[in-house]
C-alpha cells in the first residue's frame, strides 16, 4: 500500500472567492450524486458532486453548481438539514450558517422560486461550529466564543443553553444517540449533554490546550476525536476519562478534526493555513505515519464524503478533493 504520500489533490474545483468552509450533505438526498456546500467572502454554493470512484462513466470529478445563495458576510461554518431531498417534488435545500456577525442563518430553497432566509439572534460572540438533529432535523445546535452552547428550533426560538467555561468549538449530534449533544471547549474539555435532563452526563479531558476542533464517530459511538496543541487525540469513552491515543502531527498547530463517515480507523486532520501551505493529513489507527499528507497553498474547512474515503478541503478559490486509501 506504498502511496506517494505527499501529495497534490486528487481533483480541483474552480470556485470565484476564497472558500472558508466547505460541507458535504451527510445525509441521503435521495439523488446520485452528493451535495457539496461551500461558503465565501458573502455567499454560500450549492452544488452536487459525481466521482469516477463510484460512477465509471465519469471522467475523474463531474461539479454542477445548483444554486448560488448571496449571503452578504462571510461564512463561518455551514450544516446540512436532513430534510434536504433532490428526489422530492419540489426539491428542498435545507442548511443553516454561521456568520462573521454572530448571527445563524437558516435557508430553505426549492432551487426555483422559493428561496427563504431565517436570522437567528443570540450569541454575543463568534460562533464556531453548529449541528442540525440528525433524525428529524427540527433543531440546530451552535457553540460560540461567548461560552455557550444553544439549542434552536427552526423559527429561532432557543430551546436549550448550556453555559461553558471557555468558548465552545465543536458540537456534535450522533444518529444513534438523538437525545445526547456532544460539546468541545478551546480549554481542552469535552462534554456530552442530556438533551431532556439539559445535564451534562460524562466529560472527558485533553489535558492541553488550545482544543480546536473534536468529532464523535459516526461509526463507533464510542470513539471521540480532536486536536489540541500540535496533537490529535482519541479516546474510547468507556474505558477513561483521558486520551488511549495521542500523536503530534502538526508544527504549525493542529486546527481541524474529522473523522471518516465510511470507516472507524479513518480520520484527518489540518494544520494551520499561516506561513506554510497548508497541510491536510489523513491517519489510519493502523499506521503509525499519516496514509496520505495533501498540501493546498491556503486551505480551510475539511469534509468526509458519506459513502467514499474522500475528503474536501477549501482553498484561494478553489475546492480540494482527496482520495485516500481504506
Request: hydrophobic share 35%; with cysteine.
Amino acid at each position: 500500500m506504498k502511496q506517494d504520500s505527499s501529495r497534490n489533490a486528487t481533483y480541483t474545483v474552480d470556485c470565484e472567492d476564497y472558500v472558508h468552509v466547505v460541507e458535504f450533505n451527510p445525509f441521503d438526498s435521495g439523488d446520485v450524486g452528493s451535495l457539496i456546500a461551500y461558503g465565501g467572502n458573502n455567499y454560500v454554493v450549492i452544488g452536487t458532486c459525481r466521482f469516477q470512484e463510484e460512477d465509471t462513466e465519469v471522467e475523474g470529478i463531474q461539479y454542477e453548481t445548483l444554486r448560488t445563495f448571496h449571503h452578504g458576510i462571510r461564512v463561518d461554518a455551514i450544516a446540512w438539514s436532513p430534510e434536504t431531498r433532490l428526489d422530492a417534488l419540489p426539491p428542498q435545500i435545507r442548511f443553516c450558517t454561521a456568520a462573521a456577525d454572530r448571527k445563524l442563518r437558516l435557508f430553505t430553497s426549492d432551487l426555483q422560486d422559493k428561496n427563504e432566509y431565517k436570522i437567528f439572534d443570540g450569541h454575543s460572540d463568534y460562533i464556531n461550529d453548529l449541528v442540525f438533529a440528525p433524525k428529524e432535523g427540527q433543531d440546530i445546535a451552535s457553540v460560540s466564543d461567548d461560552h455557550t452552547c444553544r439549542v434552536w428550533d427552526l423559527e429561532g426560538n432557543q430551546k436549550a443553553y448550556f453555559v461553558l467555561r471557555s468558548p465552545g468549538m465543536s458540537v456534535c449530534w450522533h444518529p444513534e444517540e438523538a437525545f445526547k449533544l456532544m460539546v468541545a471547549e478551546k480549554n481542552g474539555t469535552v462534554r456530552f449533554y442530556d438533551l431532556i435532563t439539559q445535564q451534562a452526563i460524562l466529560s472527558l479531558q485533553c489535558e492541553q490546550m488550545p482544543l480546536m476542533s473534536a468529532h464523535w464517530c459516526l461509526r463507533n459511538t464510542l470513539k471521540i476525536g480532536a486536536v489540541a496543541g500540535n496533537d490529535w487525540l482519541i479516546w474510547d469513552i468507556t474505558r477513561s476519562s483521558y486520551p488511549q491515543d495521542k500523536r503530534p502531527v502538526h508544527v504549525d498547530r493542529a486546527r481541524l478534526f474529522r473523522w471518516s463517515r465510511v470507516n472507524e480507523n479513518l480520520f484527518a486532520t489540518t494544520g494551520y493555513p499561516g506561513k506554510m501551505t497548508c497541510q491536510l493529513l489523513v491517519h489510519h489507527l493502523g499506521h503509525p505515519q499519516p496514509i496520505l499528507i495533501g498540501s493546498a497553498a491556503v486551505g480551510s474547512g475539511l469534509t468526509w464524503h458519506r459513502t467514499l474515503p474522500l475528503c474536501a478541503v477549501g482553498g484561494d478559490h478553489k475546492l480540494f478533493f482527496w482520495v485516500t486509501e481504506m
